[in-house]
């Protein structure tokens, strides 16, 4: 009898943590492809007015891109325009590092989406992913290499979800270039 429980609790348990390596799994997708869908549409913004565009008002650049049909971004941007140095990160800033002192000063500028829904599940069963983007627009000519009109665009995110009864936080980075010949 001590043997079959000893079998029962192990297979139970090995089910419980197979629970949360697929959830975990699933929750680094979902944060994964919502950020490659808005690098995806930074690509085809305009480069001369939308890449970053800029706020006269409030004199702050952003990018302007859609989450879902319903829902749309202003996402703050730090721009360093050439002859400028590029004020981006070139590793991920660890977990513990906040936006202020991401890469080169002044640092980025924290902009949360809200808790972004994954199921159509409701209450507090239901999972949802929180993620916050960073991004630096950085233009990289090199008059030594004949490249002009090349931005280089960075984007930090990191996410949070639940894990049973504690919180987890994963940061990763995503660099890309845009040329002003891009279509």
Not at 65 to 85: H, K, M, S, W
Request: glycine share 6%; proline share 4%; with cysteine.
């Amino acid at each position: 009898m001590s043997i079959l429980t000893l079998f029962m609790l192990g297979f139970i348990s090995t089910m419980i943590q197979s629970r949360r390596m697929t959830e975990s799994s699933v929750l680094q997708s979902a944060a994964t492809s919502t950020v490659y869908g808005l690098v995806e549409q930074m690509k085809g913004l305009d480069y001369t007015t939308q890449i970053p565009a800029y706020n006269a008002v409030t004199n702050t650049f952003y990018v302007f891109l859609r989450q879902d049909q319903d829902t749309d971004f202003t996402i703050p941007v730090t721009y360093t325009a050439a002859p400028g140095l590029p004020k981006a990160p070139t590793k991920c800033p660890d977990i513990t590092v906040d936006a202020a002192h991401a890469g080169a000063s002044p640092g980025a500028i924290d902009y949360n989406t809200g808790d972004i829904t994954l199921s159509t599940v409701t209450g507090t069963a239901s999972q949802k992913l929180k993620l916050t983007v960073w991004i630096w627009v950085d233009e990289i000519p090199d008059s030594i290499k004949g490249t002009s009109d090349v931005k280089r665009v960075t984007v930090v995110y990191t996410y949070t979800y639940n894990d049973g009864s504690s919180q987890r936080t994963v940061r990763d980075m995503e660099v890309f270039l845009r040329t002003k010949y891009d279509l």
